[in-house]
């Protein structure tokens, strides 16, 4: 992809605020992209948007807290992930934490008005960006929330998500936002990660990790050969990031996840979250 076709399609990277002091083009981001494997983009989600997903988000946490069984019964909870990984939520007793969740998935499934963040037209061009090809290419593959809640939250192993068993492609052309409501940085139990590590098969050790620290409105984009994993939240600060995974049309997948709109463009969501306005919804407040 030429740069002034880049800059053509991106007038919303140009010159915006990286971590609030450096600055970047679309060009800027695919190259600290492919020679890191991750990147912080600025400018994914407007203050409209954040507002709206802490809402929906707060509103299944609070469903699955009621024990709603649609919530529950896909949902893992922090009891599931600490009673099956003591060593990843050290000192938290499992079975306090029952109705607390840990990732809540298929999100549209839960709230159709999360078609109002997913259809955010920003992620869908850095996707096309960092994946190389045009917008019609681009599809959605799964969402889900994957929350770290002040003081219990669980660490998540390292990993690489070309490898998962949920929703991956034979050729790993498959691209991860990480989208916080919160600020989220190393104090909160932010997201782990080794730059450089998807142009290598080393094997995790703590050497070299880092922890980008992302504002709500930017997302931690991230290679799918990354290696990633973060460490428990002991801190006050709940650390809840809505998660987005994108791939190419043309990949052939090894694993498809059962999700509402997987493998749908940008088109199909932007005319579904047409509709959900027009039948009354209307964005930004309950
Ligand atoms: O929530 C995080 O910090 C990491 C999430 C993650 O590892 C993933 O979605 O692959």
């Not at 509402?260 to 932007?270: I, N, P, Q, R």
Request: glycine share 10%; net charge negative.
């Amino acid at each position: 992809m030429s740069s002034s076709k880049e800059s053509g399609q991106l007038p919303w990277l140009k010159k915006m605020a990286m971590d609030g002091n450096s600055e970047m083009t679309g060009k800027d981001i695919k190259k600290v992209f492919d020679a890191e494997g991750y990147c912080v983009v600025p400018g994914l989600l407007s203050p409209q948007q954040i507002g709206l997903a802490r809402q929906l988000s707060q509103s299944l946490i609070n469903r699955h807290r009621a024990g709603e069984e649609a919530m529950t019964r896909k949902a893992v909870s922090v009891a599931s992930v600490t009673s099956q990984h003591p060593d990843r939520n050290p000192g938290v007793e499992a079975g306090h934490w029952e109705a607390e969740p840990f990732i809540i998935g298929d999100l549209i499934a839960h709230d159709e008005r999360f078609s109002e963040i997913i259809a955010s037209l920003p992620i869908w061009k850095c996707a096309c960006l960092l994946l190389e090809c045009d917008l019609p290419d681009v599809i959605f593959h799964l969402s889900n929330l994957t929350l770290k809640p002040a003081g219990v939250g669980p660490a998540i192993g390292w990993h690489r998500d070309a490898g998962n068993t949920y929703f991956s492609t034979v050729d790993g052309r498959t691209i991860r936002f990480l989208l916080p409501l919160h600020a989220m940085s190393e104090r909160n139990g932010g997201t782990a990660l080794i730059p450089g590590s998807h142009r290598s098969s080393r094997e995790y050790s703590s050497s070299g990790e880092t922890f980008p620290s992302v504002p709500p409105g930017s997302g931690l984009v991230l290679h799918s050969q990354v290696l990633h994993g973060g460490y428990p939240n002991r801190s006050v600060e709940n650390r809840d990031v809505v998660v987005l995974q994108f791939g190419v049309r043309s990949s052939e997948l090894i694993h498809k996840g059962n999700e509402h709109f997987s493998l749908c463009d940008y088109e199909d969501m932007k005319s579904f979250r047409t509709s959900q306005r027009e039948i009354g919804f209307s964005f930004g407040r309950e």
